[in-house]
């Protein structure tokens, strides 16, 4: 569970988002439907979120001072429940009911069903601006806390999401984070044959944007961005995470084909063997 003023150290970290994989998998296996490649991708940066850059209370998930962290790319949510059950916001055991009647863990966040969730997610795209949103508010109630923006870079295909780019950019929200997993699939194939993205960073740097590329799996990258974004506080910044889609299971990385389907029960089995591995090894890196 996170402890508010808790020092994490990167391996503490590094077992965290570990343990954040084994529950994606657990759960979709349990679910029968969901989505694999993004979640497992994008383990590293939760756990980075949740104890290390975010100002949050788990026992308190409306806390007025609380960071806000918006998940525009809902069907990644998955990777956000196993973090906030890592971080003590709800029992780990619950996360076995995703997508099931009744749950509060939806196949899209739902904010009125589950507390610690900002926003309601669905349609791509809406994230940056309900952030946008989130940020010039909180500037004009002369509050101090950061907006943080999880969007995919698929989405990036949708014009929402460059109103919002440039709003931001026009507004100066230095209070505003976008944090883009960059892993180059969507549903249909790879982003650049799909819809060509490149140049990204460039493109956010037009419209006024500060932006870092960074390994979207080197935890203190990640950390160092964060921070160094809160640190600019004349325009919105960018985070350009590159991440591998299904990080830790060999058969699903890099594979779109792994963007929206679980894993059967075999297929759980073999990839839970490959991240229990894994941790033991972030053991011995850390040694």
């Not at 657990?26 to 490649?37: I, K, R």
């Not at 906030?84 to 196949?107: C, D, I, Q, V, W």
């Not at 944007?209 to 325009?235: P, S």
Request: glycine share 10%; with cysteine; proline share 5%.
């Amino acid at each position: 569970m996170y402890q508010e003023g808790h020092t994490y150290s990167l391996e503490a970290i590094a077992l965290r988002a570990n343990s954040i994989r084994e529950h994606i998998v657990t759960m979709l296996e349990e679910a029968g439907s969901g989505h694999s490649a993004g979640p497992l991708g994008m383990a590293d940066a939760y756990a980075a979120l949740y104890f290390r850059i975010l100002s949050h209370k788990p026992t308190h998930p409306t806390w007025e001072d609380r960071d806000r962290l918006v998940l525009s790319c809902g069907h990644t949510v998955p990777v956000r429940y196993a973090a906030m059950a890592e971080a003590g916001y709800f029992s780990r055991n619950e996360l076995l009911t995703l997508r099931k009647l009744g749950t509060r863990l939806h196949g899209h966040p739902h904010n009125r069903a589950l507390p610690g969730l900002e926003t309601s997610s669905g349609p791509l795209g809406q994230g940056l601006s309900q952030a946008c949103g989130m940020a010039i508010a909180a500037t004009m109630d002369g509050k101090s806390h950061t907006t943080y923006c999880i969007t995919s870079d698929g989405e990036h295909q949708e014009g929402q999401i460059w109103e919002a780019v440039l709003f931001a950019g026009a507004k100066k929200l230095g209070n505003l984070v976008n944090l883009i997993d960059r892993n180059y699939i969507q549903i249909d194939g790879p982003t650049e044959q799909v819809m060509p993205l490149e140049p990204l960073a460039e493109k956010y740097r037009a419209f006024g944007w500060h932006v870092v590329e960074i390994d979207g799996h080197n935890l203190q990258a990640i950390i160092d961005a964060c921070n160094d974004a809160k640190a600019v506080v004349d325009r919105p910044s960018c985070i350009i995470l590159h991440t591998i889609p299904g990080k830790g299971v060999s058969y699903m990385e890099y594979d779109f084909r792994w963007h929206g389907k679980p894993p059967t029960h075999e297929e759980a089995d073999t990839a839970l063997k490959q991240l229990r591995s894994m941790g033991e090894r972030i053991m011995t890196e850390y040694d």
